[in-house]
């Protein structure tokens, strides 16, 4: 059974810095794009960043470039996110995500397969 | 960025009634369109990919249709557990975006 789940999440002070983790079962992590998806409060939801293959390829979304970083271990089937200079718009559930998708001649398609079950990451002094 | 807007954002049905929500996205992304299931405190659920894909398991009273700008998640028959909040989702470029949700309520 394909299987994420995340740790890490808490309540910490604005400026201040915290590390999520995600640990995966049933598949490894080396051969997929690996994601951090969040949904602030009563909102919607919001892409962070993804990895593939252990840190050879990333992507950030625009306001978490420069303050957060993901990395991975395939050797644990892991996967992080190192948050620092939080800010209280980053209060949100974070979510760990595997996506699944392809290129072709008409562009590429992707889409979250399987998704934890959150953590909670309240900036706020 | 491109963006999806959807509508309505909120929908008020019975069990058995057939509804459609839309999603338009502000630049043609072909067929590279997701549809999520979500219910309160609980993480989405991916019912459908590639605009009309079903997911394995998903019953068949939900399917999609479109491709370009306008899209469409359609449920055939409301059945109580179908009383949640969707979101449709394009990952053709990045940053991957979703629509704001729709929430359908009894």
């Known amino acids: 059974e394909v299987k994420v789940v995340e740790s890490g999440g808490g309540l910490v002070q604005p400026g201040g810095s915290l590390r999520l983790s995600c640990a995966a079962s049933?598949?490894?992590?080396?051969?997929?794009?690996m994601n951090w998806v969040r949904q602030a409060p009563e909102k919607g939801l919001e892409w962070v960043a993804n990895?593939?293959?252990?840190?050879?390829?990333?992507n950030y979304v625009d306001f978490v470039k420069g303050r957060f970083t993901i990395s991975g271990d395939n050797a644990k089937d892991s996967l992080y996110l190192e948050m620092n200079s939080l800010r209280a718009e980053d209060t949100a559930v974070y979510y760990c995500a595997r996506s699944l998708g392809y290129c072709s001649g008409g562009g590429c398609s992707n889409w979250f397969d399987s998704w934890g079950q959150g953590t909670l990451v309240t900036v706020s002094s | 960025a491109i963006q999806l807007t959807q509508s309505p954002s909120s929908l008020s049905a019975s069990v058995g009634d057939r509804v459609t929500i839309t999603c338009r996205a502000s630049q043609g992304i072909s067929s590279a369109l997701a549809w999520y299931q979500q219910k309160p405190g609980i993480a989405p659920k991916l019912l459908i990919h590639?605009?009309?894909t079903l997911e394995s398991g998903v019953p068949s009273r939900f399917s999609g249709s479109g491709s370009g700008t306008d899209f469409t998640l359609t449920i055939s028959s409301l059945q109580p557990e179908d009383f949640s909040t969707y979101y449709c989702?394009?990952?053709?470029?990045?940053?991957?975006?979703f629509g704001q949700g729709t929430k359908l309520e009894i």
């Open positions: 590639d605009a009309s």
């Open positions: 049933g598949f490894t992590i080396s051969g997929y794009w």
């Open positions: 990895i593939y293959s252990g840190g050879s390829q990333k």
């Open positions: 989702q394009q990952f053709t470029t990045y940053p991957p975006t």
